[in-house]
């Protein structure tokens, strides 16, 4: 019993002490975006001083005639739609791995997992040389056709689907005269639903945070997602210190969709049902 309540202690402060680590970021971003641009500079990083977050917000939108809203605009249809739409196309292609039989099958699959290997800052070049090709260069499509394609989103999604949809079930529906199209929409995306938001999880967390391939892809501030939007204001903090209020208080509003997002989708996320059964 005694060291039951040691091993159980042990662990729990290694996650309070994990917690601390993950919101402490957090943490100080909060206390600066608070601060005037003399306090910010003149007091630790978290100390209260006067509460400024009104005015630094009032400054973030008249900087650039509202460029920032533009900014997260932008970040929201990259993020929201090629998440929506991404996730989408990998459920369908997890669930054709798992439950239909061709030649090459297994050779393709191994080709999707060693995408999950290759980082995506080494795509990104390559990527530039396709989309120049056809001529998407520096327009919206450029970012958010890329973000589409989630190999590891392909793989989660054929695990899922040996374990949530029986074939018996997808059996039923085609006696039933379902076709596959009608099977697949009807019967096996309801029973992955969990993996579908676990999927657009991932999938939004990872486009809503990409630089690199904006960086290569993008010349048009106005087609910026907020994380180069913000990179922009942060290579001119040295010789104008005022953007670093419209840096710290752009990065917090930045941070509220994926709260939101987490916070809204974890019960779909924990839950793992399914929407049939088997009798």
Known sequence: MTSR?????????????????TLLPLTWLLFASTKSLSDLYATPGFALSDFNLGANLSVVAAEGDGIF??????????????????????????????????????????????GVLVPTTATAIPLYLLVSKVGLVNTFWSVFIPALVHPFGVYLAR?????????????????????????????????????????FLFQFTGIWNNFFLPLVMLSDQHLFPLSLGLYSWNTQVTAFPEYSTLVITGSLLSVVPLLLVFVFLQRFWRAGMTAGSVK
């Open 5 to 21: 309540l040691v091993s159980k202690g042990a662990v729990n402060v290694f996650l309070l002490i994990a917690a601390v680590y």
């Open 159 to 199: 695990v899922l689907s040996t374990g949530y949809v029986p074939g018996e079930v997808l059996e039923a529906a085609r006696s039933d005269g379902a076709g596959e199209i009608r099977t697949f929409f009807s019967v096996a995306l309801p029973m992955l639903r969990a993996a579908y938001v676990t999927i």
């Open 69 to 114: 809203f533009r900014w997260y605009v932008n970040s929201l249809l990259y993020a929201g739609g090629g998440a929506a739409l991404g996730a989408l196309i990998s459920v369908g292609c997890g669930y054709a791995f798992d439950k239909y039989d061709w030649r090459g099958k297994e050779r393709l699959f191994g080709l999707v997992l060693l």
